[in-house]
């Protein structure tokens, strides 16, 4: 068992999800990288400056999350931080009736973040410690045209995380990280033409995902007594 702190992060085989695997490892903790496309994180975890194990994982089989996370308190004895990070987003505006990606976003952006606190949660509980991150966006703030599901979804992850921070104890910390623009491969699932047209320009300025590792990793290295609650990060030129 190591006496290293220990994460797992959903969705890290590219974009945010890779930056916070590589920024919470080179803190010092070893980091489980979770997500499909387990190839990716075979590279992530050769090319790390610290601990990052591979893991294969889809965040919509409740099963496998569970799972995922008895499997990593069973070999290190622990689990400190949880970070819900996987999400997608094919944009679309609602009359082009994408039902199956409507069902995707809500799948992956609402189901798999209850699937990890339902996992994880009663580990967090028998230890009285530990940290949830949900990877929200700035869409869970605002609402732009062709991104009403992903907004709703992000919306959704917003509220489920707060009403977790309120429904705790003070020894289990809580934060809802917001980002705004940032590059990464989301936009790639987009098919409806109108909504990909309309990210090219709403995407033309976007941070590095390290920005949001930096912010995941404040979070999480504050004082056990220090809850930050939320944080809202975006380039400086998306108003």
């Excluded at 997500?35 to 409740?62: M, N, S």
């Excluded at 404040?218 to 007594?225: E, I, S």
């Amino acid at each position: 068992m190591t006496e290293h702190h220990v994460a797992l992060v959903t969705g890290a085989s590219s974009g945010i999800g890779r930056g916070i695997a590589t920024r919470l490892a080179a803190d010092g903790m070893t980091v489980i990288a979770a997500a499909r496309r387990v190839d990716r994180l075979k590279e992530l975890a050769a090319e790390a400056d610290g601990v990052i194990e591979p893991y294969e994982l889809d965040v919509t089989d409740r099963a496998a999350v569970q799972s995922a996370v008895d499997d990593v308190v069973a070999r290190h004895g622990r689990l400190d931080v949880l970070v819900a990070n996987a999400g997608v987003m094919p944009l679309s505006r609602l009359d082009a009736g994408l039902v199956d990606e409507w069902d995707q976003m809500i799948d992956v952006n609402v189901r798999g973040l209850l699937h990890g606190i339902a996992a994880a949660l009663p580990h967090f509980t028998r230890q009285e410690r530990g940290h949830f991150v949900t990877i929200a966006s700035i869409g869970a703030h605002q609402v732009t045209p062709t991104a009403a599901v992903y907004c709703g979804t992000k919306y959704a992850a917003w509220a489920i995380t707060e009403g977790l921070r309120l429904e705790s104890p003070p020894w289990l910390r809580v934060t809802t990280i917001s980002p705004g623009v940032v590059e990464s491969e989301l936009a790639n699932t987009i098919s409806d033409p109108i909504a990909r047209d309309f990210m090219v320009e709403y995407r033309r300025d976007a941070i590095s995902p390290s920005a949001i590792g930096d912010a995941v990793a404040y979070a999480v290295g504050t004082a056990p007594n220090v809850d930050v609650s939320e944080i809202v990060i975006r380039p400086a030129s998306q108003r």
